[in-house]
């Protein structure tokens, strides 16, 4: 029950989440090659930012998106393929992928250090990982107390979410060559998630 309140949740957000990072997550994949990688695709928020004929690897854990998946990737021209399993082991050769792509997603991840560690993994020599999440807001500050206070109810309400999940350290102590990493606000109503990082590690 809560997951299907969840989904229809991200359906209604779709246009509210486009206004928030619509323009980053365009830089994000501008030039981007044309088979892509995204872990936790949800239902497909990104597709919109793909140009059309480029085909996506999509591993999304819930089957339950596959309709509406299937349903905007025929919308935006784009072909999917869809592996129903989490990103922690991703059943992709060695090596074999220019770009992974992922937005809202390591915060959910059971294991996040694994999922990076699998990204580099299938990553080829210089490929991409481009990354939108949501953050551990800085000590001491008070949004950092609210995301103590909510953490527990807000990991029920939304589907394991971490709030306070350190991301972007995680990000950075995983070993790629280069990462480039811009640290912003969003200007949400949901103050648990003001905290971001967005931005592309290079294998
Ligand atoms: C908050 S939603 C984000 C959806 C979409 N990426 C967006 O930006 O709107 C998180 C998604 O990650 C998926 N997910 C959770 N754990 C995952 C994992 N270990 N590997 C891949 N996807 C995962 C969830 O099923 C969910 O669809």
């Not at 869809?82 to 059943?91: E, P, V």
């Not at 991840?109 to 699998?118: L, M, R, T, W, Y």
């Not at 280069?178 to 967005?198: A, D």
Request: charged letters at 30%.
């Amino acid at each position: 029950m809560i997951q299907k309140i969840n989904e229809w949740f991200f359906l209604l957000v779709d246009r509210y989440m486009h206004a928030r990072y619509g323009d980053r997550k365009r830089k994000l994949l501008k030039d981007h090659p044309d088979t892509v990688v995204e872990i936790g695709a949800g239902y497909g928020a990104n597709f919109r930012y793909l140009r059309p004929g480029t085909k996506v690897i999509v591993i999304e854990p819930k089957r339950s998106f596959n309709e509406l998946l299937n349903r905007r990737a025929r919308y935006y021209g784009i072909e999917v393929e869809i592996h129903n399993y989490g990103a922690g082991t991703m059943n992709l050769k060695e090596e074999s992928v220019d770009m992974v792509f992922g937005s809202l997603v390591l915060c959910s991840a059971e294991n996040p250090v694994k999922v990076i560690s699998e990204i580099r993994r299938v990553l080829k020599e210089e490929g991409k990982f481009a990354f939108l999440e949501h953050v551990k807001a800085e000590r001491d500050t008070w949004i950092c107390k609210v995301q103590h206070i909510v953490e527990r109810p807000w990991k029920w309400v939304f589907d394991g979410c971490h709030v306070s999940r350190d991301t972007g350290k995680v990000i950075q102590n995983a070993h790629f060559s280069k990462v480039e990493m811009q640290e912003f606000e969003s200007r949400t109503v949901f103050v648990p998630i003001i905290p971001h990082v967005c931005g592309v590690a290079i294998k």
